[in-house]
DNA sequence: CACGATTTGTACGTATGTATC
DNA sequence: AGATACATACGTACAAATCGT
């Protein structure tokens, strides 16, 4: 649970290791919300570094929302309706893992490309054209063709005009920018940009004609076919 | 863009001032990915506060993926796509903030109502049902009626059995939790409460029935119908 | 290659606010 | 109500690592 980092232990991860420790205890539940965290100093004893390690730590999960602070008194933690950031775990390595995080983007994707396709004006949908031709232009599959990939995506989840689905898609994007990377670097096989490319293309030409349901359709082929990849690469 | 608490400045806000800036000025590009952040002397001198101040608001910021530091070097903006955290402003004050994060919501709800269904255990269902009958207890409107009711779409995301379902939407359900109550602590109607634990109560026969297309279908008329009376609240 | 200047990491001390006797 | 103990907020000093000369 702790040793998260593959550095040598003693090196800069002891307010990580700490946060992590107070992080897990307090979403697991083990620090009922409105209870006294421990203090500094017994913390800071119990884990045998000094007192501002410890308040390096306290003041991430202080900066998540998770606890209050009040000087004088102590450390609280907080309801948990005053937690203000979701986080992911530092690495995707494990493929169950990354389904699971497709899992969660696809109906997001979905109503993204919807709500694109009613509410698009032509300045939006001109950056979804350009995100689309920097992917074709780009060397099959070079960084720049996978950061088009994402542009595209994000392109259109700008498009609805809500702000929190260009926010959290761009979130997503860059959590699995090195799953899908990986990905095609595997599988050189030029005729997997050919079909993206085309499936892109559905997906820009059902935003351009303002069909809400294509486009939902064909972001849903896209993903599946991109799911499909995926697997296949193992 | 600072002072974000309305505590006296001075009382333990000076962290969050330098973790703000540092955070807006690299997530709006003013500090490209890869270039060093000013030394945190630099930084303690700009502010007019100690180094500590500004490592606490470092720290912060490293936690959330945005910069890694190097002892003796110096520290430096991370890639986008090493972002670990997704994160909300503080208060959903406007009316328009809380319509768009219900639009981010509904989707994300529609699949975990569906994918609950297909995948849901009997013990998921059990505690779903425990849910629904601590709101059906529940004196309308009090705080624990909230409470339980957020606990019954959460419960539905953990039948899901996909970790980032569960820990996002109890993410968002905690977001709107003091918008949800204000709603309805207006409106003391009794007839509302009777109406929102029916809407439940077919969503559960949907997914103890394990039919996904139900599931979904009720959980969409669930949320129109919160929709409405959010905004007939106004 | 070595040494020193710079920078981050850690420890410890001081100031200020809070609660309790 | 005052004093005292204790908790957090903040500052200073030292250690370790890196980089340029």
Tied chains: 1, 2.
């Excluded at 031709?133 to 259109?156: R, Y």
């Excluded at 303002?210 to 896209?222: I, L, N, Q, Y």
Aim: overall charge neutral.
């Amino acid at each position: 649970m702790a040793q998260s980092k593959s550095a040598t232990p003693g090196r800069g991860m002891l307010a990580d290791e700490i946060a992590d420790y107070l992080s897990a205890n307090i979403r697991s539940g083990a620090f009922a919300h409105g209870t006294k965290l421990p203090t500094e100093h017994s913390l800071s004893e119990q884990f045998g570094v000094s007192r501002t390690v410890v308040r390096e730590a306290i003041s991430r999960i202080k900066s998540d929302g998770l606890v209050t602070s009040r000087q004088g008194s102590g450390v609280y933690v907080a309801h948990s309706s005053t937690r203000r950031s979701f986080k992911l775990g530092e690495s995707l390595v494990d493929a169950a893992d990354v389904l699971a995080l497709f899992e969660l983007r696809q109906p997001l994707e979905l109503a993204s490309a919807r709500l694109a396709a009613a509410r698009r004006t032509e300045e939006h949908l001109e950056r979804i054209r350009q995100a689309h031709a920097a992917m074709e232009d780009s060397s099959d599959w070079s960084e720049e063709g996978v950061i088009a990939d994402l542009a595209f995506h994000h392109e259109i989840a700008m498009a609805t005009g809500n702000g929190y689905y260009a926010d959290f898609m761009a979130f997503l994007g860059g959590a699995l920018q090195n799953t899908i990377r990986a990905a095609r670097s595997g599988s050189g096989r030029p005729e997997i940009k050919k079909i993206t490319i085309s499936e892109h293309a559905r997906i820009l030409a059902a935003i351009e004609q303002r069909d809400p349901e294509s486009a939902a359709m064909a972001m849903s082929m896209h993903l599946q076919g991109a799911r499909e990849r995926m697997s296949d690469k193992t």
